[in-house]
């Protein structure tokens, strides 16, 4: 990534954020990776982070 858009370490690391709601229920959140590089306007950053939103919906689903 740094080779691809070096402004882009404002953007790293990612965050998943995980709450308990008011009933006990514990929910994900995070902005999926193919949107950081959005403001950037860098094709080569795109693709690099576009191999990252499976390995998040991995995470939160229970899959390394």
Known sequence: MWKA???VWVE???HIHVHETSDGRVQARYREPS???APYEN???SEIVAELDPVFAGILEGRR
């Open 5 to 7: 858009e070096l402004d």
């Open 12 to 14: 790293i690391p990612a």
């Open 35 to 37: 949107e950081t590089p």
């Open 43 to 45: 094709d080569a950053l």
